[in-house]
């Protein structure tokens, strides 16, 4: 039995944070199109987005050392962290919106307030790090922003990380309490219920196996319902593919232009996770290091305590890994059959350029459980190995393209969107920061593919996110009171001693 031509305005493909993220701003602003979502899973937010398959941080660049480059003449590069921390008060203004209009509840069920940290050992890292926090203790964005490098006040700081910790060579860390752990699976299933209710038809065991354009410049989907094994067609003016490592080979089937000689390569990653609980209450932050030599950047190391159904856990890692899936539930097949006549060569020459990459996932690969310990020892000096048991994370896909800066086979490290020159198709790439900046990605997304709406859509959007259109940077004011309005709308809590002595107690008083 097959259904023909079933039109929609929108279809979504994926029901992750990104699909759920775009559905939820088209039905603000277009409430009467009619949007469709398909997701070859059970339910929401069970690949990248679930909470168990990622890091959980509200990526900001508090803590994240990657994001501020140290210059040949010794300055730091702020620009990519004042980025990132702006994309990720767009999302918290959107999620704050979405709060105090009633559209989703409870959103302590999927964010806290929690420290960020960086963490660094040696005079070299310490300097960096000495060099860094003066580069942003003036601004307005990284207000808040402690330093310290005496050991005393790490361990009040960090106390799990300095117990038992013989302080032989220079040590510092910084701190802010503004930091965030972000449950984006429980967000991303909060999104979809409120689009459930709002008459978007979402369909779970449903997988998109071809695209193709149809006459007036939009697609036809041919889709298997999985559950009654039956085959669907369905035609939409525009279709987003949001299916995370899935969307690669979806993109390659629409067949547009602008899919051509563009590869991936997938990483997995590992946690080492603890829930005993007396180990659990010495640590209430997350704390960030440098990356080793030859890493890629999404292997930063860093210990987190993690808030996942109700429960306080701390992650470790992660420790990258490989499969040549690109999800988690793909199929081994998954890297052989991307690789086309168009992108050959992109692949070919990522090969030969990412030798050093390929040689670290190998070791990554190899590592027992005790290696895995010892890295985290370089944290925890006393963890037992007993008290931590590993758990694998989700797979991430990293963009490979011809780029003119980089020349050809270029592995990206971002999220990346690509676009159809009409405006008819989109897909979301990559990895990291990621969900963390899904508002300011996909208002992107809606820049490119509906331009003449977004003349009329733009009042409806400032009145969602304030700042939108304008450089925060410019407006400290502005800074000030999205920190207070988002705060009050997300619960979010000052994060003092008393705080980190019995979090899950705590109230939450808004800050």
Not at 2 to 14: A, E, F, R
Not at 130 to 159: C, H, Q, T, V
Not at 404 to 424: D, H, M, P, R, W
């Amino acid at each position: 039995m097959s259904n023909k031509h079933i039109k929609s305005d929108v279809i979504l493909i994926g029901a992750g944070i990104m699909s759920a993220t775009l559905g939820s701003l088209l039905k603000e602003l277009a409430p009467d199109w009619n949007i469709k979502a398909f997701e070859r899973l059970g339910s929401a937010g069970e690949e990248s987005s679930n909470e168990w398959n990622n890091a959980g941080t509200g990526h900001s660049s508090l803590c994240e050392l990657n994001y501020t480059n140290e210059m040949p003449d010794g300055t730091i590069d702020v620009t990519k962290a004042n980025k990132v921390n702006e994309e990720f008060q767009v999302s918290k203004q959107f999620w704050a919106h979405l709060v105090n209009s009633g559209l989703i509840k409870n959103p302590k069920e999927f964010i806290m307030a929690l420290p960020h940290m960086s963490l660094v050992h040696g005079e070299k890292d310490v300097n960096f790090l000495k060099n860094r926090f003066k580069a942003l203790s003036d601004n307005p964005l990284f207000s808040g922003m402690e330093y310290s490098d005496d050991p005393e006040k790490l361990k009040e700081w960090i106390p799990l990380i300095m117990e038992d910790r013989q302080v032989k060579e220079p040590i510092a860390a910084t701190k802010i309490d503004a930091g965030t752990d972000v449950n984006f699976g429980a967000l991303t299933r909060k999104l979809f219920d409120h689009l459930a209710e709002e008459g978007v038809s979402v369909n779970y065991k449903h997988q998109v196996d071809d695209m193709q354009r149809t006459e007036d410049g939009g697609w036809e989907l041919k889709i298997r319902d999985l559950e009654n094994d039956r085959l669907e067609y369905h035609q939409a003016k525009f279709v987003f593919i949001g299916a995370g490592g899935g969307s690669l080979h979806l993109l390659q089937k629409s067949g547009i232009p602008e899919s051509k000689n563009v590869g991936g390569f997938p990483v997995s990653g590992l946690f080492m996770v603890c829930k005993k609980p007396e180990i659990v209450e010495k640590h209430y932050a997350k704390v960030y290091g440098k990356a080793t030599v030859g890493a890629p950047p999404m292997s930063v190391p860093h210990l987190d305590t993690r808030l996942i159904d109700g429960k306080e856990s701390l992650f470790f890692g992660p420790f990258a890994g490989f499969s040549p899936k690109f999800l988690k539930t793909g199929s081994n097949m998954d890297l052989i059959t991307s690789v086309k006549k168009d992108n050959l060569t992109t692949m070919m020459a990522a090969g030969m350029k990412n030798m050093p990459l390929t040689k670290y996932l190998i070791e990554q690969v190899l590592q027992s459980k005790e290696q895995r310990m010892e890295a985290l020892r370089e944290f925890v000096p006393n963890a037992n190995s007993e008290d931590w048991e590993l758990v694998v994370a989700g797979q991430r896909v990293q963009v490979i393209k011809d780029t003119k800066q980089g020349g050809k086979g270029t592995l990206q490290f971002g999220t990346e969107v690509i676009s159809g020159a009409n405006g008819s198709i989109a897909a979301l790439l990559g990895a990291s920061p990621g969900a963390s900046t899904s508002v300011s990605v996909m208002l992107d997304v809606l820049n490119r593919c509906f331009p003449e709406e977004m003349k009329g859509w733009e009042p409806k959007i400032k009145e969602m996110i304030p700042s939108y259109g304008k450089n925060l940077l410019d407006d400290p004011d502005l800074i000030q009171e999205i920190n207070k309005t988002t705060s009050d709308a997300l619960g979010l809590v000052n994060t003092g001693a008393a705080l980190a002595e019995d979090p899950i107690k705590a109230e939450t008083t808004p800050v």
